[in-house]
């Protein structure tokens, strides 16, 4: 079964440290990986993807995410993080099935303190 | 360019009212979908449309209607609303295409049902 796990609810970090906000996957064939951010009362908003390439893939807002295929996974990462980065971050793979449906993690709550 | 509209953003239900969510797009893309987000959940599909004219289920469909009239424009309704059916409601569109696969999402619509 096709599935993404973000294995931490919320995640701590104090600003201008770096970030890493975890996930893994499962499924069938190459993987069609994405992070995207959810700000207070707002939509979702694509950061990165990776579909085929290089396993570091950079995004928006300065983030980027490495994928690791040995480990089945595609961890979120920013070198220093901002107050401002505190939001909801989902993972999310692209289902087999096909028309670019996607299967989302549940989520992980991003708390940067001053 | 206005991207992924829905409306209305807010709305309260009696159980067993009905009701439509319209979701609109005015970027051309073939592929929309609804999803709903509940807490500790990530996002779940409900339906989907890969043209004009076509909506197939997708994980949660129970409870829940769709129609694509027009190619800009999804509609989700609610024949008679339970109070399971409480949830944040996003749209989200994608084109089709080779290394075209993310979505872009609406802001969403906040539903209560009493």
């Known amino acids: 079964a096709q599935s993404v796990a973000q294995p931490e609810d919320q995640v701590n970090v104090a600003e201008g440290n770096p970030l890493t906000v975890k996930c893994t996957y499962s499924?069938?064939?190459?993987?069609?990986l994405f992070w995207y951010v959810q700000y207070p009362n707002r939509g979702l908003q694509f950061l990165l993807k990776?579909?085929?390439?290089?396993?570091l893939v950079k995004g928006s807002y300065g983030f980027e995410a490495e994928f690791n295929k040995s480990q089945t996974s595609f961890h979120l990462k920013k070198p220093s993080a901002l107050v401002s980065d505190s939001a909801l971050y989902f993972c999310a793979v692209r289902d087999a099935g096909g028309y670019n449906k996607l299967i989302f993690g549940a989520g992980t709550r991003l708390a940067v303190h001053p | 360019n206005a991207g992924v509209t829905q409306t209305p953003k807010f709305r309260v239900l009696k159980t067993g009212q009905s009701m439509t969510l319209l979701c609109a797009q005015d970027?051309?893309?073939?592929?929309m979908y609804w999803y709903r987000q509940d807490p500790g959940m990530g996002l779940r599909l409900i339906h989907y449309?890969?043209?004009?004219?076509?909506?197939a289920k997708g994980e949660v469909p129970d409870g829940y209607n769709v129609s694509r009239l027009k190619k800009q424009n999804f509609l989700l309704g609610l024949e008679s609303a339970a109070p399971s059916q409480t949830s944040v409601y996003f749209c989200a569109s994608s084109l089709t295409g080779q290394y075209s696969y993310e979505q872009y999402f609406g802001p969403g619509t906040r539903l209560t049902v009493t």
């Open positions: 499924v069938s064939g190459n993987p069609y």
């Open positions: 990776y579909i085929t390439g290089d396993n």
């Open positions: 970027m051309n893309h073939e592929y």
């Open positions: 449309s890969v043209g004009e004219g076509t909506t």
